[in-house]
């Protein structure tokens, strides 16, 4: 595998890059078509360009799933799960574009609950994740947990939130590999 470096661009916020970085040195390697579950995004393109493979995003509602009968190599779910109304209902949705050996990449943010997101509808910790994920008869093929830190550690003593972030609410971003 190619060596990751990015090079600051412009084009892409600090975090973003960290986060194309994680996520491939996750991935390691790729083949195939793959999903992408949201609409385009910078981070998206630029991992599959990475590794060079052609990639589709779904256009519609995913909280009312309507997925083709067209099945993927691999389905990348980048932080989209905890902005679903019903993710159980949208991960046993998603098994009609898989085949048996369908890759999926899932990631989610883990955050102590005194800095969950307004914008969130759901907020897991890793338990109550994984009881969903086998309630949709998921399994689990690989695990990681990183923890997020920001480079700019002069943020952390910019107010109270950021430093309690720093002490106590650390966030820490979940990485999955799944199969059917």
């Known amino acids: 595998m ?16 960290r986060r194309m970085v994680k996520t491939i040195s996750f991935i390691k390697e790729i083949e195939g078509t793959v999903l992408d579950i949201g609409y385009p995004n910078p981070v998206g393109n630029f991992i599959a360009k990475w590794f060079n493979v052609k990639k589709e995003n779904t256009f519609f509602d995913l909280d009312f799933p309507n997925f083709t ?30 085949t048996k050996e369908t890759r999926i990449f899932l990631t989610y943010p883990i955050r102590p609950r005194f800095f969950w997101a307004k914008t969130h509808f759901h907020e897991y ?44 609410g650390r966030c820490k971003q979940q990485f999955y590999e ?3």
């Not at 190619?2 to 890059?17: G, H, T, V, Y």
Request: glycine fraction near 2%; include cysteine.
């Open 69 to 98: 009968k067209k099945k993927y190599d691999n389905i990348w779910i980048f932080e989209v799960i905890e902005h679903l109304m019903n993710p159980l209902l949208f991960l046993i949705e998603l098994k009609k574009v898989c």
């Open 178 to 180: 799944l199969k059917i």
């Open 2 to 17: 190619r060596n990751i470096n990015l090079k600051p661009n412009a084009s892409f916020k600090k975090d973003d890059q």
């Open 125 to 168: 910790d890793r338990q109550r994740f994984r009881y969903m994920l086998n309630e949709a008869e998921y399994k689990i093929i690989r695990y990681q947990q990183k923890i997020h830190w920001r480079p700019d550690w002069w943020f952390y003593l910019s107010g109270i939130r950021p430093f309690l972030r720093l002490t106590i």
